[in-house]
């Protein structure tokens, strides 16, 4: 009598199909695609217009180098930090990771195969932004790619754990469309998205430069105006990974895979 030959599952495969049904349920939420995909597109339009009234030349800056960076943090910001909260807490509230955890998946599986989908419309939209500024700004290719390379996928990597993180003190789906917020203000208004920290008084600009979005967008515009010095690069570098692993320890330590009683 012949067996049944038992299915291999790896741990791609295994995150591979997660992604999957979570980008079904991603696309079923209109409220979350408004907010993820077209959000971001707009927002950089204001910047646009804000930075023309800024005197960037005093500060060595072009509108360019403003709200090129400013539309890949607006993307991070509401197409996988916002879009994920809402997420991790509806699949919570609706028992789906605890019924996750009984089966092959480990915990770092389920959130990295549940964030995928929101980091892959995050990552594809960064790129559609970032060639629409240049066009559309007259911009020259950048001068140090691999430093906004690398300030993407680190954003891309922090602000899932954020989320996760804010989830993890969100209590209901309602609720998830609140507790993003402070994090998103403080990171657009001090993080270099809407004003530049060149123009901040520089014990300001010193306190605003330890903000999680920040050494990103410094990657980021050093990366297409290649004005970074090796200091400059290793302090963004530091902070980044710094709130990265803050955040991943905080998951670790406080995320809830059940809904409160």
Known sequence: MSGTTPTVTTPMSRMAALARAELTLFGRSKG???????????L????????????????GLTVGAVVLPAAIGFSLLFAVYSALV????????????????TGELRD??????SALPAAATGLAQSLLLAAGCM????????SAIHLAVLGLLLGLVM???????TASFTRTT???QVTPMPLMLVSMMGSGMMFPLELFPDRLASFCELLPLTPVMTL??????????ASETLTALVTAVAWTAFAVFAVRRWFRWEPRH
């Not at 770092?108 to 195969?113: D, F, K, M, V």
């Open 32 to 42: 979350t695609l408004v907010a993820a995909l077209f959000v971001p597109l707009v």
């Open 44 to 59: 950089p339009v204001s910047v646009a217009a804000t930075a023309e009234e800024m005197d960037l030349a005093g500060a």
């Open 86 to 101: 809402g997420a991790f807490v509806a699949r919570r509230e609706e028992l789906v990771l605890k019924r996750l955890r």
């Open 108 to 113: 770092a599986e389920i959130l990295a195969g």
């Open 135 to 142: 066009v559309l700004l007259d911009m020259a290719a950048p």
């Open 159 to 165: 602000c899932a754990a954020l989320a996760a993180v």
């Open 174 to 176: 309602e609720s998830a």
């Open 220 to 229: 980021v515009r050093g990366g297409f105006t290649g004005g970074l010095s």
